[in-house]
Structures are given as C-alpha cells and as structure tokens.
C-alpha cells in the first residue's frame, strides 16, 4: 500500500455562527469567528489517496488527474467564495474547518474511488497553527 498527498490552496470568507442563537451567545462560543462582517482564510487543502501502484504507469494515480479532480469538485467551488452564502456542498451547514472538511471528503470519495484509488484523508490547515483531518 502506498499513500500519495497532492496540495492545493483557496482563500475564503466564512462565519461562525449558528442562527438559531442570538449574538451574544455567537460570540461566547465562536469569538472573533462570530464577526458580523465575516473574515477569511488563506486554506491549504491536502488530499491523501493510497493504493497499489499500477506496474505499467508506476503510478497509484497521475497527479495532474488528482489536482484536476481537486480543482473541479473543491478548489473552484470554494476559492474567493463565502463558504457560509456561495458554496453549495456548504448549504446548511455551520462552516468550521471541520465540517469542511467533511464537506470536501464526501465531494472527493466518489471520483477518486471510481479512478481505482481509495481516499485516505482530507487535511486543510486553517492557519499556520490550527489544521484539521479527516479520515472518513
């Protein structure tokens, strides 16, 4: 088994908050994330596949594909978009990191897996410090 990771990056504006409370309580549980006016990141998405090398390519899967599977079902999606208003795999969701990044697995697993590969993991850093994974 051999796992490969490609990288993308996207900016994006979100906020956290929920509308059935007030925004006292938005701002409680979510701090400066409950803005008002939104605020926005500078997301690093990272996409694990694994699988057999294929003897005649010596690939698990062509990189270009990957980032064009990437691009097509996320990054275009979501790049200078509002995850909150703009991004439909986003409707009706609260949009924290985490949930995107559910979000991102459930747009990716069917095509990857259709390509023979299984996706392993979604990582999207946040920030310098703050990153979250999922594993499905």
């Keep these: 088994m051999i796992y490969i990771t490609r990288k993308a990056s996207f900016n994006a504006a ?3 908050a929920r509308p ?3 925004d006292d309580k938005n701002t409680a549980v979510y701090g400066k ?3 008002p006016n939104w605020h ?3 997301y690093w998405l990272y996409v694990t596949v694994k699988g057999e090398v294929n003897p005649e390519t010596g690939f698990l899967v062509d990189l270009k594909w990957l ?3 990437m691009n097509t079902y ?3 999606k979501v790049d200078h978009k509002n ?3 703009d991004v ?3 409707k009706g969701k609260l949009a924290s990191t985490e949930n995107l990044a559910i979000a991102v697995w459930e747009q990716l697993y069917t095509p990857i897996a259709e390509s023979g590969a299984i996706l392993h993991s979604v990582k999207i850093y946040e920030t310098e410090n703050n990153f979250v994974e999922y594993l499905g």
């Design 74 to 76: 996320v990054v275009d």
């Design 14 to 16: 979100h906020k956290l």
């Design 20 to 22: 059935d409370w007030d």
């Design 40 to 42: 926005g990141h500078n």
């Design 83 to 85: 995850l909150n208003l």
């Design 88 to 90: 439909d795999f986003m």
């Design 67 to 69: 980032k064009d599977v």
């Design 33 to 35: 994330c409950a803005n």
